[in-house]
């Protein structure tokens, strides 16, 4: 399955762009990185560490330690998950210290000195007191211990998370463990600052429109929409959109702030909101649709008890959408079938969308009854493009094991399972459907998630 997934979305890759989603958010010195971050050794697997160095061209894509043969990828992995680190922490680290993920022809000294473990601002390389940190696979294997110790150990240390100190004339409040762990190891901002720009640079990860994060600090969740993220300021608001929390990604607050904060997400879907001037508007997700009169309110059959009262600037952030008039039959969507030629029609604000797979029946509609009328009576609503998936949908066909993000009506392959999972995305959420359903949906960059 997994050769065949690679191999079809690399031939995608040859006709169409890549998406590569990554972009530098603010660097905030009370708050580097995540505990999270730093401590997800899974991250990367010792094969995604050597094509990584591939990728950059990294000397030590072919380097070899001399004393104990390992490679630098495994040396890497193997330290790695033995102390509970990110992979990337390291690649990150020796990039920081010694340029050594770029330079194709770094100096013995710089392999030697990798990670700048046991080098102080006082210190010489040739005091004898460090020579026991010196060499390629000593620094990883120090600096990556000496972090985890530093998780472990907090009253050994003069940093703890919460604390306020002087940082090169600044004052920082330590937010979290994996800052803390950072200042011990790099006591100055400016190395931090260069620490943080490189993550960002490489590992941080944006998402296409339709996708559900959660920071995975205070458990917010947002929806990623025209480039922004809209909270959800209610668990009704977020059920009645989605049926359940299995879609949602967990995010670091760095990710989370590479979007402008949107309008939040506050009531759920098709309220009926109604303004201090007497005004009444349909609630349908982002967008407002004003009921044209009493008499309609009441000949549709809404409930007034239903109605929300709300302030003007409550509504201010929603779009305004169509009116709705006594022509506007089901405005909350109904289900028609054709009692003559069978073909399925989702009928909503006087316009038949026709429905071309049972599978999106069954996605959307399932709990909606299925009314049969005449041909005659279908011919009174317009006609109008068929039903797509929604943006956000992971979908693969009954007959090509591609897997796709759906996002502004297109359908984006993913460049590779590993792209794929380190995004945060799970297979379990990839949902099935017939290759005609896929095909309503123009194809669009591949996604790939690191550089």
Known sequence: MLKHFIAITIIIALSFSTIILPVLAEFDPNFIISDAELTNDR????????????????????????????????????FSRFHDINPKYSLVLLQKEQSLIEDQSPSQ???????????????????????????????????VSATRFYLDNPDKFKYQTGEKYDIDDQTITIGNDATRALYIYTPHIHGNELFYNIWQKWFAVSYLDGTLLQNDQDGGIYLIRDGKKHPFLSKSAYISRYNSFDRVIPATPSDLENYPTGAPIEYPNYSLLQIPTGGIYLLDDDTLRPITSKQVFKLIGFNPEEIIPVSSNDIFPYKIGRPITEKDAYPTG????????????????????????????????????????SPTELEQYQKIEPIKLKDGELAVSKTNPTVY?????????????????????????????????????????DIKAQQ
């Open 109 to 143: 000294g710089q392999l030697d000195w990798a990670t700048g473990y046991g080098i102080c601002d006082n210190c010489s390389k040739t005091d004898p007191k460090v020579q026991k940190y010196k060499g390629f696979f000593n620094q990883i294997d120090y600096a």
């Open 334 to 373: 109904a289900l028609l079938q054709d009692n003559t030629s069978g073909g399925v029609y989702y009928v909503e604000y006087g316009q038949k969308a026709p429905i071309i797979s049972r599978d999106l029946i069954d996605l959307y509609y399932k709990d909606k009854k299925i009314i049969a009328i």
């Open 405 to 445: 993000f759906i996002s502004s009506g297109q359908k984006y392959p993913f460049a590779s399972e590993a792209d794929f999972l380190s995004l945060g995305y799970k297979f379990s959420n990839v949902i099935t459907v017939d290759n005609k359903v896929l095909e309503l949906h123009p194809t669009g960059a």
């Open 43 to 78: 991250s990367m697997t010792v094969e995604q560490v050597q094509q990584f160095l591939e990728h950059k061209n990294s000397a030590l894509a072919t380097y070899i330690d001399p004393n104990t043969k390992w490679t630098a990828s495994y040396t890497i992995d193997f």
